[in-house]
């Protein structure tokens, strides 16, 4: 007999709030299916009816994690446009904050993955570090959500001695407490046999179904717009492209602890050779008639925008692709014969929003219609309880 | 690989179907192709040049025609495919048997711009609401959105 669940579609915190209706066989997910759009704001159409400098507010706005990843690619597609060179110290600001913004956007979804994992002290430490990020964030651009540094041609704010020094001392305490708690993470035995081989995605379901990111990362595939197509200062640095080949929930953790490194390193680099001079150039108001597409690595996976101006002050249209939409179908496959109780832990594995609040979800009978609720919080609940018993996966290890 | 031998390489492969190959821009392609031969030509970048990764597909709407970009990535470079339908007669193959993550963008540009999508695994509208008046399709130039008049019941005491 197979049932349907319905989950969603009110998910506040979520920038794009998503009904997923799975239709289970006793515990295991047989099929899920997708409805989007429920907070659709038709923001290309306005885009349309907005001038390049405007656009940049509006970018912005479409999401409130990664703010700046949407800004930036637009402002690297207008820039193309109007053929600008942006002087190089902008540019590293600019992609300061983006590594900045990856290192707050990983240490949130790892947080969020040890409490839907029934791990909290995890989820505490995670986040009391964050905050280290959120305030050198605030410090450089005067916000912790939108930070509206990007300008057409550059930044709008210089960083001085006092603040660089800030920040490096702000990377070492995260680089040293992150690796403290990620040692413990790790040699945690019921945390990693939580985690392995859940939501199983197969390097060749992440390669047809166009998955972007961690999770094409952590089925082994090596796409990274930074390494792939290396926007501005990218070339010149020294990182590595994290991958796992675990294909599970434990490879997406290991592929964003890697880059969360990977980040400090980064964004040391640009701050021990940060150049001299101006942060940003002119912008001229109108952009004569031409095309570009931008490529940008957001902490999700590959952010493309695709601009085409007319001659006015107002793009002719503006696409904007973010990279949730394009791991909605890798996250179908990923529940697919999986168990009810995965289902928030296979959710927080390709977004980090989704997990944030409270929701309710509805257990429909379709033979008699009985109709149960229960909130996502008991349905955490009760994966924690049903794992808690389980015999640990003694093969199941930290692939370091 | 440089962009230059990589545009030359594209020409030759894909012959006659090619209309146009330009290279604005540092690993940017830009190819035109016409409508009929676009699952050919996706099938020869996926087979021979490494795009197996379709990052979205844009539409624009250009007055008596659509031009729909199909933007694929490969490890080289990012190209597009460019083609043009007829506003009159919007139908397009579907590239789903070729790369199957395209269908969410599909089922988007026929929400949009009400484009028809020609053998689509799943047609159902994947952005509009259920109550979303038919021939409605934002994205086309001449659609404009007028705030319905807000009327408060009872009336204003």
Sequence with gaps: MKFQIPIGPQHP????????????????IR????????????????AEEKTWIQNIYLTERICGICSHSHTSCYVQGVERLMELVPPKRGMSIRYLVSELERIHSHLLWLGVAGHEAGFDSFFMYTWRDRE????????ISGNRVHYAMNTIGGVRRDIDDGQKAKILEGIVTLRKRSAYYFHIGANEPSFVGRLAGVGRLTKEQAVSLCAVGPTARASGITRDVRKDDPYAVYDE???????????????????????LMESYKICEQILWKLPPGDIAVKAPRKAKPNEAVARYEAPRGENIH???SNGSDKPERLKVRAPTLANYPATVEMLKNGFIA??????????????CAERTVSLVNIRNGEETVVRLGELRQQAIDRHKNAPPKRNAVWPF | MTDVELTENIKQALGAKALEVTNPDRRRIFVRIAAVDLVAAATILRDGFDCRYLATISGLDKG???????????????INLRTEILKAAPRIESVTPVIPGAVLYERELQDMFGM??????????????????????????????ERPQEIIPGGKS
């Design chain 1, 132 to 139: 280290v990020v959120m305030d050198l964030l605030e410090l």
């Design chain 2, 116 to 145: 028809v999508i020609e053998h689509i695994p799943d047609p159902r509208p994947l952005v509009v609401p259920d109550d979303w008046p038919a021939g409605n399709y934002p994205l086309r130039k001449d659609w404009k959105f």
């Design chain 1, 13 to 28: 915190a979520l920038k794009e709030p998503i009904s997923l209706r799975m239709t289970v066989e006793g515990e295991v």
């Design chain 1, 306 to 308: 695709y601009i085409k």
């Design chain 1, 31 to 46: 099929d899920a299916d997708i409805r989007l759009g429920y907070n659709h704001r038709g923001l290309e159409k306005l």
């Design chain 2, 64 to 78: 008596e025609t659509f031009e729909i970009l199909y933007h694929f990535a490969s490890p080289a470079a990012n």
């Design chain 1, 342 to 355: 995965d289902i928030p832990l296979i959710f927080a594995a390709i977004d980090p929003c989704i997990c």
């Design chain 1, 237 to 259: 640095l020294d990182f590595e492209v994290g991958t796992a080949d675990s294909c599970d929930v434990l490879g997406r953790v290991v592929v964003r602890v890697k880059e």
